[in-house]
């Protein structure tokens, strides 16, 4: 009677186990589908047997590991690759970018210095220099201005002066012509008188 009662003991201890390894198994298969890659090295390592300092490995487990982990790989690979074109697509409309950025850059330099400057007799120069060279000009026109006004009212002082003196000179030729014509007269009248009476002493 005692042999067949341990018979069932260890039967039934042998499907607890087998029920126990088969749920691990099953838990085991599950973390392998579902959990990261770490976690699923985690999960096999812990439900993993031990023998002395090993832990011995269910190949099943191992073979699904390693697909995983391939499959992680190539994965993160395609990324890997998708995100080098992105960089290396992106890079270059940067470059792209930075080179439109320079030719604008280049333009605005351009046009504020054209902006800023102005064409004189053919030159290019600032604003500010135009403007210097302008009242400088105007400056210069204006001493010139004011010294042909005053050559000109000094040259007609002069000749006002001078028509002046033509008119007193005239004044006097006319008073000395005038003087010299009555002298003349007066001469004429004597001679005339000093024939008149020569020709009345001939006469007696």
Same mark, same amino acid.
């Given at each position: 009677m005692k042999l067949p009662q341990y /018979? /069932?003991?260890l039967i039934a201890l042998l499907s607890f186990s087998a029920g126990i390894y088969g749920q691990e198994s099953v838990?085991?298969?599950q973390a392998l589908k579902q959990e990261k890659i770490e976690d699923q090295f985690n999960i096999v390592i812990k439900k993993s047997g031990r023998y002395q300092e090993y832990k011995v490995? %269910?190949?099943?487990?191992?073979?699904k590991l390693k697909a995983n982990v391939t499959d992680s790989l190539k994965t993160l690979e395609a990324k890997l690759t998708t995100t080098n074109k992105q960089i290396a697509d992106q890079q270059t409309t940067i470059t792209g970018l930075e080179e439109s950025l320079a030719k604008t850059n280049g333009d605005l330099a351009l046009v504020t210095q054209e %902006?800023?400057?102005?064409s004189f007799?053919?030159?290019s120069v600032s604003k500010s220099s135009y403007k210097t060279i302008m009242w400088v000009i105007v400056g210069a026109l204006l001493a010139l201005l004011g010294f042909f006004i005053y050559k000109f009212k000094n040259s007609?002082?002069?000749t006002i002066q001078a028509k002046k003196a033509l008119a007193e000179t005239e004044e006097e030729f006319e008073d000395h012509r005038r003087r010299s014509l009555e002298r003349e007269q007066k001469v004429m009248r004597k001679l005339q008188d000093e024939i008149n009476k020569q020709r009345k002493a001939g006469a007696k």
């Open positions: /018979l /069932l003991v838990s085991v298969e490995i %269910k190949q099943v487990w191992i073979n %902006k800023d400057s102005m007799f053919g030159a007609n002082t002069i």
